[in-house]
């Protein structure tokens, strides 16, 4: 439902979606689980490979799109290859030009200057103050379903070591419209999404209204 979601967002009748694996090390097997999903929802469906690069000119390839959708994985490795092959760069000049940019887990983390992620070690949730910044701040995702998460998270904010930011439990997702938080979004209203901020030698952990798409 949140790749509907994002989905509508796009004006236009069929659109032009790309999926970056990076993450993932352009795993096949979730390759093909894409194409399977967007192709059900009329999209014309395209893979940016990192590993196995086939695509020349990767500006032109992503400023053609609609929609680009960043696979999860390990979010450090994902922004040291697109760096060496420029994607941060491109996706920043897709964005400016009104192409809808999501993702989810590693996905999502890339878009903040910061995050938390077990890119290091599985199971461990680090701070990662390396994003793309596209977004301002920090994010944090899988808040209630990996225990590491969220009392690392609050904890990281509280000390400083991370900025304020957002934090998704699975099954939610933050809109920005431009760097402006546009909307919080649940598959089936439970799932929540907060917004964390320091005080003073403590932290706020705001819960924020959601919607859920029909």
Same mark, same amino acid.
Not at 133 to 157: I, K
Not at 180 to 198: C, I, K, N, P, Q
């Given at each position: 439902?949140?790749?509907?979601?994002?989905?509508?967002?796009? =004006?236009?009748?069929?659109?032009? $979606?790309?999926?970056?694996?990076?993450?993932?090390g352009?795993?096949?097997? #979730?390759?093909?689980?894409?194409?399977?999903? #967007?192709?059900?929802?009329?999209?014309?469906?395209?893979?940016?490979?990192?590993?196995?690069?086939?695509?020349? +000119?990767?500006?032109?390839?992503?400023?053609?799109?609609?929609?680009?959708?960043?696979?999860?994985?390990?979010?450090?490795?994902?922004?040291a290859?697109w760096?060496l092959?420029?994607?941060? /760069?491109?996706?920043? =000049?897709?964005?400016?030009?009104?192409? $809808?940019?999501?993702?989810?887990?590693?996905?999502?983390?890339?878009?903040?200057?910061?995050?938390?992620?077990?890119? #290091?070690?599985?199971?461990?949730?680090?701070a990662?103050? +390396?994003?793309?910044?596209?977004? &301002?701040?920090?994010?944090? &995702?899988? #808040?209630?379903?990996? &225990? /590491?998460?969220?009392?690392?998270?609050?904890r990281?904010?509280?000390?400083?070591?991370?900025?304020?930011?957002?934090?998704? /439990?699975? %099954?939610?997702?933050?809109?920005?419209? %431009?760097?402006?938080?546009?909307?919080?979004?649940? $598959?089936?209203? +439970?799932?929540?999404?907060?917004?964390?901020?320091?005080? %003073?030698?403590?932290?706020? =952990? /705001?819960?924020?209204? $959601?919607?859920?798409?029909?």
């Amino acid at each position: 439902m949140l790749d509907r979601y994002a989905l509508s967002l796009v =004006e236009t009748e069929r659109p032009r $979606v790309c999926f970056i694996p990076t993450a993932s090390g352009d795993d096949a097997g #979730y390759t093909l689980q894409f194409y399977r999903a #967007y192709s059900s929802y009329g999209c014309d469906a395209f893979v940016l490979n990192l590993f196995s690069r086939e695509v020349a +000119d990767i500006r032109s390839m992503l400023l053609g799109m609609d929609m680009v959708y960043v696979g999860g994985g390990n979010t450090a490795n994902l922004l040291a290859v697109w760096r060496l092959h420029g994607v941060d /760069e491109a996706l920043r =000049e897709a964005w400016y030009a009104g192409v $809808v940019l999501s993702g989810l887990s590693a996905g999502a983390n890339c878009w903040f200057n910061a995050s938390t992620t077990d890119s #290091y070690l599985v199971g461990r949730a680090d701070a990662l103050a +390396d994003g793309v910044g596209f977004l &301002p701040g920090s994010f944090c &995702p899988h #808040y209630s379903s990996e &225990p /590491e998460r969220r009392p690392n998270y609050l904890r990281m904010v509280a000390s400083g070591e991370l900025p304020a930011g957002y934090a998704c /439990e699975d %099954g939610t997702a933050v809109h920005f419209t %431009g760097t402006e938080l546009h909307a919080a979004v649940s $598959v089936d209203g +439970d799932a929540a999404a907060f917004r964390v901020a320091r005080v %003073g030698d403590g932290v706020s =952990e /705001e819960p924020l209204p $959601v919607i859920t798409p029909s």
